[in-house]
């Protein structure tokens, strides 16, 4: 499948966009994964969005690119989400694949990227050069890792 492809600060969403990026994260993160947390966070005003979308125009996939000090120290990556119909289909190292060159575009080729992953998504996320830097931990019930990306050591 083609996916397009862009990257909007949170102010440049349009209500549509924001609506639809919302019910996605919702459909998955709260439906699909049995999870009551607070998604709305304060952090999504302060971040850039991801947004792919398939041919017909609708949101497939998003994640969240939080600068740095507002989750961790470093630049980080959450929110990654991919629609249950596109699972398997490469979408989601596509998308990595964008959150990456646009955080280096963006922050700096030398930036480091902090990241609490679902330990399920270890593997994923090692194929893209994160490396476990913390103990198993539970968030929201779910089981997490904490994850780091460093260019300096990833060529």
């Not at 990026?21 to 971040?47: H, I, M, P, T, W």
Request: glycine letters at 6%; aromatic letters at 12%.
């Amino acid at each position: 499948m083609n996916i397009s492809w862009q990257i909007k600060h949170f102010q440049e969403l349009n209500t549509i966009e924001l609506y639809d990026l919302l019910a996605l994260r919702a459909e998955v993160f709260v439906v699909e994964q049995n999870c009551a947390y607070q998604d709305l966070d304060g952090k999504d005003k302060k971040s850039y969005h991801l947004i792919g979308r398939d041919g017909f125009g609708t949101i497939v996939c998003t994640a969240r690119i939080l600068p740095q000090h507002l989750s961790y120290p470093q630049v980080s990556i959450g929110r990654v989400v991919i629609h249950p119909s596109q699972r398997g289909s490469g979408i989601g190292h596509e998308l990595m694949y964008f959150v990456l060159n646009f955080i280096k575009d963006e922050f700096g080729k030398d930036e480091p990227i902090t990241i609490s992953a679902q330990k399920h998504l270890e593997k994923f996320y090692n194929y893209h050069k994160f490396i476990t830097i913390s103990e198993e931990y539970l968030e929201d019930d779910i089981p997490h890792i904490k994850m780091q990306f460093n260019p300096k050591f990833s060529s």
